[in-house]
């Protein structure tokens, strides 16, 4: 158990919805971050957040937001849902801001299939 | 442009012998690298680091490999086991966050 937890574990959902999905950081750490794994890809940095604050972003559609709130939780919101959104969508969490030496904790996963 | 790259999609190899995977990257500007290991329906795991100022890390049956001036890394298993089974990702980090590779799916064959 890494201590990030990340609801839901899965989510089937329709083309052109809108989903969120849920991270808890490990207790102490400031940092989280988004990845998308999708089938054939590695990890995709999506966006990170560290003490509320947008940190870094990477290949985040606009589709997508994220914001993290004032006890560390994290929602990454999925918009106007397509076929090919469907992924696996991590949460990971750090104790610093990204910086040399840090690893990152990562959550189980939340499984998304979009029909 | 892919930053970190595992050209090994797959690979096989016996118990108890040893398992290599390597690991390529682009960006001068990675200080810091980082193995994980990800088993299906699991999130990553973190299994070794190495920062750049080192060229050997080990770990217990692992062992991580740099050479910066090939931008080339490399994660030693031995030996390797059943349970090494599981797709490991390679990754850079600089600045605020990590670039990972697209995983090498590594299974040990009893």
């Known amino acids: 158990d890494s201590g990030v937890t990340q609801t839901p574990k899965h989510l089937i959902t329709a083309t052109g919805q809108r989903v969120t999905l849920r991270c808890s950081p490990r207790s102490g750490d400031l940092s989280v971050y988004w990845y998308q794994q999708s089938l054939d890809q590695g990890l995709q940095f999506l966006i990170q957040?560290?003490?509320?604050?947008?940190?870094a972003k990477g290949n985040i559609l606009e589709r997508f937001s994220a914001q993290q709130f004032p006890d560390l939780h994290s929602e990454l919101n999925l918009s106007s849902l397509e076929l090919g959104d469907s992924a696996l969508y991590f949460c990971?969490?750090?104790?610093?801001?990204?910086?040399?030496?840090?690893?990152?904790?990562f959550g189980q996963g939340t499984r998304l299939t979009v029909v | 442009d892919q930053q970190v790259k595992q050209n090994s999609p797959s690979l096989s190899v016996q118990e108890g012998r040893i398992s290599i995977l390597n690991c390529d990257y682009t960006?001068?500007?990675?200080?810091?690298f980082l193995w994980y290991k990800k088993y299906p329906a699991e999130g990553p795991t973190f299994l070794i680091s190495i920062s750049s100022i080192k060229d050997k890390n080990e770990d217990g049956r692992f062992t991580v490999f740099l050479n910066k001036s090939a931008k080339h890394l490399s994660l030693h298993i031995v030996p390797s086991q059943p349970g090494d089974s599981a797709v490991y990702f390679c990754a850079g980090n600089y600045g605020q966050n990590f670039v990972f590779g697209p995983g090498t799916r590594l299974s040990v064959l009893p």
């Open positions: 990971a969490s750090s104790v610093g801001s990204g910086e040399v030496d840090t690893e990152a904790f």
């Open positions: 960006n001068s500007m990675f200080d810091y």
């Open positions: 957040y560290y003490n509320g604050e947008e940190r």
